[in-house]
């Protein structure tokens, strides 16, 4: 499909889907919820059909579970889950920057210090509730780049595998602002130089830092 092609309307069932799933990725349904086809059905107006086809992609994801005579719970993930998702993300977004450094275009790198300047600008007017979303959009956009065939699709299923509340953001904590746009600095001046190496190693360096944060808090 090309950019200027209409996209198709969405299913119900894909409505459901990304509801619950952005509700759970954000845990604004903790884990341990319950997750009745019929009550979803009707807080998001449609019939329990497309809430079940959304349920089973959701167990499909891992995000939720059936137990007996307990029905669809969301999944209640713990420290070792929590050490291994942020794992996994340094490797493969690592690996994005690192792809992306071969092959970044000029027109890429400047939608990217666009980005970037968006967000030193909301954090120089204490705007932190935005920078979260920015910076997940910036690092999803490098290995977009990096990684146009499978990076790009893995790394959002990473992302989206593991719930982190608004509430624990380290964007934030102003204290731990200006040194994540530090990195993200770093990453931009490693991808501009085509310095393959670098960009790995700070991306890698900036999300376990991230990991080690959130297990802190």
Do not use: C
């Amino acid at each position: 499909m090309s950019p200027t092609e209409p996209r198709p309307p969405m299913s119900k069932a894909e409505y459901v889907y990304s509801v619950l799933l952005d509700e759970i990725r954000t845990a604004r349904i903790p884990g341990g919820t319950a997750l009745r086809a019929g009550e979803v059905a009707r807080r998001l107006g449609v019939s329990v059909t497309p809430v079940r086809e959304a349920l089973r992609r959701l167990e499909k994801d891992r995000l939720i579970s059936y137990e007996a005579h307990h029905g669809a719970t969301v999944v209640d993930l713990g420290d070792e889950a929590l050490a291994e998702y942020y794992g996994l993300r340094a490797v493969v977004e690592g690996l994005g920057a690192r792809l992306a450094a071969d092959r970044i275009t000029p027109e890429e790198l400047a939608g990217l210090r666009e980005l970037h300047a968006s967000m030193a600008e909301d954090a120089a007017h204490g705007r932190h509730d935005r920078l979260g979303e920015q910076s997940r959009r910036f690092h999803l956009r490098i290995v977009d780049i990096g990684g146009p065939a499978f990076l790009g699709a893995h790394a959002r299923s990473v992302r989206n595998s593991f719930p982190v509340p608004a509430e624990a953001s380290l964007w934030l904590d102003e204290a731990q602002v200006k040194a994540q746009l530090e990195a993200h600095e770093s990453i931009l001046a490693a991808l501009a130089s085509g310095d393959a190496e670098t960009a790995e190693r700070v991306m890698i360096d900036h999300v376990r830092r991230a990991g080690d944060y959130r297990q802190q808090h």
